[in-house]
């Protein structure tokens, strides 16, 4: 019975607390998220599956950084996939194109689509986490 003990006790301290759009708290451990669904795994052992929305917005970001997802907002992602296809013209170049200089070149077009497709919408990247967020991806297509 101790162990049983020891275990619940040990189950609950890693347990957090996820508040819902509704504002009820409760209390889990964060299990797994398929990018549209949160399975939380509660204190009293059963598993709770519900829409990453159902979350508020704070916890929502919570999931995505504990598991290493990106918390760049759409359009900043949706930047990236079009700067990224820029990089993707390069490498299907013939080898003997494909130089260093080349790719210095061809990184910095694909850093300057980011940032023109980012730069209408600064004002909606001054939290501190999504601006090391986007300099993450810019970082990438610079030096991948």
């Given amino acids: 019975m101790l162990w049983v003990g020891c275990l619940t006790i040990g189950a609950s301290l890693q347990a957090d607390l996820w508040t819902n759009q509704a504002g009820r708290v409760i209390e889990a451990r964060l299990l797994e998220f398929d990018g549209t669904w ?21 916890d929502q970001r919570r999931v995505k950084l504990q598991l290493g997802e990106s918390i760049a907002p759409p359009f900043v992602l949706a930047a990236y996939r079009e700067a ?4 993707d013209q390069f490498y299907k170049l013939p080898a003997q194109q494909r130089t260093e200089d080349a790719r210095t070149k061809t990184g910095r077009m694909a850093g300057a689509v980011f940032d023109g497709r980012l730069k209408p919408r600064q004002d909606e990247l001054k939290d501190p986490q999504v601006q090391k967020e986007v300099q993450r991806l810019r970082n990438i297509l610079l030096n991948p």
């Fill in 38 to 58: 949160v399975t939380l795994a509660r204190t009293n052992g059963s598993r709770l599956r519900l829409p990453l929305t159902a979350l508020r917005p704070a």
């Fill in 84 to 87: 990224r296809t820029v990089l």
